[in-house]
């Protein structure tokens, strides 16, 4: 059973520790507690590991966050993986600092990596990790917050949330959605 893990971001040392390259970071802690190194591949960096029997595909697309989509595709199409057998790591402004929502299908939510993926693979219908970074900003400077670098407070609190995201990967892809939804959501 092969599955794709999607950390979203965008590539370049001005991104490395800002909110919307969450994504990454995910995957980069996850590498590191399993073992594993990402390499330049084609529309990402890309990864391949075990994990329980299962064959996981983690990648952080190189295309920037606009065209994800791109990277998305090709690896769903290359590694002949269903959409339903995608999880999409990406922030999200609409939760709080540090709350996990993970779901099987929706809209983009006004997240332009999210709106790529669904333009390019056809589809709403594919599992997603919203990681929360809160949305303390005020009017017209969205993409200064979502561009900008987490505050000290939030930087402790990272890590402890970061190793739930990679619970969460971990039980994704043994489990399946509806039981690690019910087991993580709202914590």
Excluded at 32 to 57: C, H, I, Q, W
Excluded at 86 to 103: H, M, Q, S, W, Y
Excluded at 135 to 163: A, C, D
């Amino acid at each position: 059973m092969k599955y794709l893990i999607v950390g979203l971001g965008n590539i370049g040392a001005e991104y490395e520790n800002t909110r919307h390259n969450i994504g990454f970071k995910v995957l980069d802690a996850f590498a590191k507690a399993s073992n594993f190194s990402f390499e330049p591949d084609r529309y990402a960096f890309s990864a391949t590991t075990k994990f329980k029997g299962r064959t996981l595909v983690c990648i952080k697309p190189t295309t920037y966050m606009n065209l994800s989509g791109k990277a998305v595709r090709y690896y769903m199409e290359t590694e002949k993986i269903p959409a339903e057998r995608i999880l999409v790591i990406t922030d999200d402004i609409a939760l709080p600092f540090g709350k996990l929502r993970l779901k099987g299908k929706g809209s983009d939510g006004g997240h332009n990596g999210l709106k790529s993926i669904i333009e390019l693979i056809g589809t709403q219908q594919f599992p997603r990790l919203r990681f929360g970074i809160g949305n303390e900003f005020s009017r017209g400077k969205q993409v200064n917050y979502v561009l900008g670098e987490w505050t000290s407070e939030e930087q402790e609190k990272l890590p402890e949330r970061i190793n739930v995201c990679i619970e969460i990967i971990k039980s994704f892809t043994t489990i399946g959605l509806a039981r690690t939804m019910s087991m993580y959501n709202n914590k």
